[in-house]
């Protein structure tokens, strides 16, 4: 059943804040058009109560419909070492998911059944992203949702497609970060001029984070407070430049 809690466009989300990066009138407009500024955290954005039902409403009716993705460590990775400090590793991931590619898939099904995707594929979920980005993006775009519960991670990767024609230049992804009170902490960590010095908190309940893709990046495991079980979510496009 389709959840009220959802709403049809993603502007509906937004609290005035938000609503002035959409009208073009707030300082973060074009923020990721400066050189300097790969990536952004935001967590003025959102109305909190709107984004607390909705991540109510994802807890309750897409919990279960989600598939777990997981690339651990390579054993390989330390047993086919042959070099002292020549350690390589790809990207080691957890968490749980709904990869949009088809349709049929069960989880998109239920994201579609609730209302998510419709918000997700919202032209104001893109123009909001068109106005951080400060230059026109591609009409569409892909989805993609997670949950990431206690103890899940996403290792260091850079999210670079080189095989990809049209992402190989770079890309916008906008996540929108919804976090159970009960999370203790989960932090992104990026780098700038070569090294993973900036961190900031993805664990408050409502954030907007933006990438000007690609740069390397890492989020830490979830912890929730003691005896908790909670969850963070988010929604995630990724958009190519028109
Ligand atoms: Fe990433």
């Not at 009208?23 to 955290?41: D, K």
Request: hydrophobic content about 40%; proline content about 6%; overall charge positive.
């Amino acid at each position: 059943m389709r959840s009220n809690a959802i709403p049809a466009e993603f502007e509906d989300l937004l609290n005035a804040s938000g609503r002035r990066v959409l009208a073009g009138s707030h300082a973060l407009c074009s923020a990721l058009a400066n050189p300097r500024t790969r990536f952004l955290a935001r967590t003025d954005l959102l109305d909190r109560a709107k984004a607390e039902r909705v991540r109510r409403a994802l807890e309750q009716s897409l919990a279960d419909e989600l598939e777990l993705m997981e690339r651990p460590i390579p054993p390989e990775s330390i047993s086919k070492m042959r070099h002292d400090y020549g350690e390589l590793l790809p990207k080691t991931s957890r968490a749980h998911t709904i990869y949009f590619e088809s349709r049929r898939e069960r989880g998109v099904k239920a994201a579609e059944r609730i209302g998510l995707a419709r918000m997700m594929r919202s032209a104001s979920f893109r123009a909001f992203a068109e106005a951080l980005a400060g230059r026109p993006l591609a009409a569409n775009w892909g989805l993609q949702v997670l949950r990431y519960g206690a103890g899940d991670y996403a290792g260091p990767h850079n999210d670079h497609h080189p095989e990809n024609k049209d992402a190989r230049s770079g890309y916008i992804d906008l996540h929108v970060s919804l976090c159970a009170p009960d999370v203790a902490h989960q932090w992104l960590v990026y780098s700038r001029a070569g090294h993973f010095s900036e961190v900031v908190s993805v664990a408050p309940p409502a954030t907007v984070t933006a990438y000007r893709l690609p740069f390397w990046h890492y989020t830490t495991p979830l912890v929730t407070k003691r005896g908790k079980d909670a969850a963070r979510w988010v929604l995630l496009g990724s958009f190519l430049y028109a």
